[in-house]
Structure formats: C-alpha cells, structure tokens
C-alpha cells in the first residue's frame, strides 16, 4: 500500500513538476535518474579501462607513476553531453556524479586492474571553495562508484593546503605552476602498499591529478590509478 501511495504521488508530481533527463529534456521513465536510457546508450565512451597504454595513462608518461587510468567518456564543448558536467560542477545537482560513476563502476567491474583497488581517493577542494559550492563533486564521483565496487572512500588524508585560481583559460605550464605543491597528504603511512584509485570530474592536462599523485606518493610503496569522468 504504501509503495502504492508513493508511486502515486511521484506521478502526480510528475505532471507539474516533470523529470527531464540531462542530455535530451525527454521525460524520464520510472527507474531512470538524470539521463535516460536512450541518451545513456549513446554517450561517447572510452572504454579505456580495456586498454593498457592508453590516451589517459599517456599524458601522465615521464611525469609520475601511474599504474591504470582511465576516463567514462568523451568531454567536447557543445556536445549534448557537456550539460551533464556543467550541472555537476557549476549548476548544484551533485546526484549526477554518483548516477553517472555507478555507471561507469559497472563496466569497471569488467577489468580486474581496477577491481582491484583497495581505496577510493577524491581529488579535494580547498576548505572555501568547499564552503561556496557546498559540496565535492570527485566526493559524489567516489560514491557512485563505492556503490557498484564496494570499496571504501577515504576524504581524510588528502587535503588541498592552498586555494589556487580557476584553471580555466590556463596554458599547460600555468595550469601544472598553478597546482604545483597544493595537496598535502596528513599521514604519510597510511596508504602505505595500498592500491589507490584518484578520482576526478574531468581530465584535461591532467595536473590537478599528477599534484595530487605527487603529495600520495610520500607514502611507499603504493599504487596509483586514476579514474575521471570526462576526458577533455
């Protein structure tokens, strides 16, 4: 009776206040959550969790070692699918990121190099960013994928010490200047012989990621992959 009720209501909602998907602005179905099915079958994918030595991996070559990485999708400007990161990260609907990450962990669970993770790490905002936006869009990024893995996630011991200006516009030298020495990592021990899975919103140059993987890196030994959902 009462999942009745609450079927009943939810349509009743629908009719005034109607959940589009994302990508198209059709009506969802029941079931669906911010895209839907049709939109979801056709986003661009990498699939590069298959593919040792690829496009993600190789922008880290000669800079650190990472082990995997990987992105969901392909990020271009104006492309249908662009809303989906603008609402993520500027528009306040952070359920996208934990919907769109459960996802991708379900084609994730097809390669073992990332099954194999021991922890999920989201790339950290500065304390006053965190303040502004309210939450961390990587954070809701990493609970989407805990929930398909079942691997915990750990938003302690990383921390960003300095509050950089947007990267937006930025070079690739000013963007690696502008990251450069901002994560400080709180307990040098504690991902010691761990595999860690970095997770981000987007990958453009990669060095947000590479100054994250340097702070994680004071801990040895210790496994670094990277997971975004975009690759730009």
């Not at 070079?171 to 860690?196: A, M, P, Q």
Request: aromatic content about 12%; hydrophobic content about 40%; some cysteine.
């Amino acid at each position: 009776m009462k999942k009745f009720i609450y079927r009943w209501y939810t349509d009743f909602l629908d009719i005034f206040y109607p959940n589009l998907c994302l990508v198209c602005n059709e009506s969802l179905l029941r079931g669906e959550k911010s895209i839907c099915l049709h939109c979801l079958h056709g986003i661009p994918k990498t699939n590069f969790h298959l593919q040792p030595d690829n496009t993600v991996e190789k922008r880290f070559w000669g800079k650190v070692p990472l082990y995997r990485g990987t992105s969901f999708f392909f990020f271009q400007k104006g492309s249908p699918f662009q809303k989906l990161l603008h609402e993520l990260k500027y528009k306040g609907n952070k359920e996208i990121g934990s919907v769109m990450a459960a996802y991708a962990a379900a084609d994730l669970l097809d390669a073992p190099d990332f099954c194999s993770v021991d922890v999920l790490v989201p790339v950290p905002l500065h304390p006053r960013k965190y303040a502004r936006r309210g939450y961390n869009q990587s954070e809701w990024i990493a609970k989407g994928l805990a929930t398909v893995l079942h691997k915990p996630i750990d938003t302690t011991h990383l921390r960003r010490i300095r509050e950089n200006t947007t990267q937006t516009r930025k070079s690739v030298f000013d963007r690696y200047k502008n990251t450069e020495g901002i994560f400080h990592l709180t307990d040098t021990e504690v991902f010691k012989g761990k595999h860690i899975l970095l997770i981000d919103d987007v990958l453009t140059t990669g060095s947000t990621l590479e100054a994250c993987m340097l702070a994680l890196l004071q801990t040895e030994p210790v496994r670094i992959s990277i997971f975004t959902l975009a690759l730009a």
